[in-house]
């Protein structure tokens, strides 16, 4: 099983931009599907974006897509997400997961989890 943490949340004001990594230990980085959810206070956990196995194919949630970036470095066992034109309401907690089926959007498919990187978008 492969273990998972995140890095690169903070604070930014609204239409700026952020870059989150999910760094990877353990076998087998890029034999998962690797995915991007997050979730705000008191709401559920939500898809934001997942990427295959090699990189590519990605997937994104209507409410980040042209905005945000998911992509993988195979070699550093390393996945990032490129947040762009952040907005208020993209505040919450984001969390890598892997292991999903190629194109899951629901967060019980995914068998690792990282511990979360917060993320505030607000003037």
């Known amino acids: 099983q492969v273990q998972l943490g995140e890095s690169g949340g903070g604070f930014v004001q609204p239409g700026g931009s952020l870059r989150l990594s999910c760094a990877a230990s353990?076998?087998?980085?890029?034999?998962?599907?690797m995915g991007w959810f997050r979730q705000a206070p008191g709401k559920e956990r939500e898809f934001v974006a997942t990427?295959?196995?090699?990189?590519?194919?990605?997937y994104y949630a209507e409410s980040v897509k042209g905005r945000f970036t998911i992509s993988r470095d195979n070699g550093k066992n390393t996945l990032y997400l490129q947040m762009n034109s952040l907005k208020p309401e993209d505040t919450a907690v984001y969390y890598c997961?892997?292991?999903?089926?190629?194109?899951?959007?629901?967060?019980?498919?995914?068998?690792?989890w990282g511990q979360g990187t917060r993320v505030t978008v607000s003037a």
């Open positions: 997961a892997a292991g999903g089926k190629s194109g899951s959007t629901i967060p019980r498919e995914y068998d690792s």
């Open positions: 990427i295959t196995r090699l990189g590519g194919a990605t």
């Open positions: 353990g076998r087998g980085f890029s034999s998962y599907v």
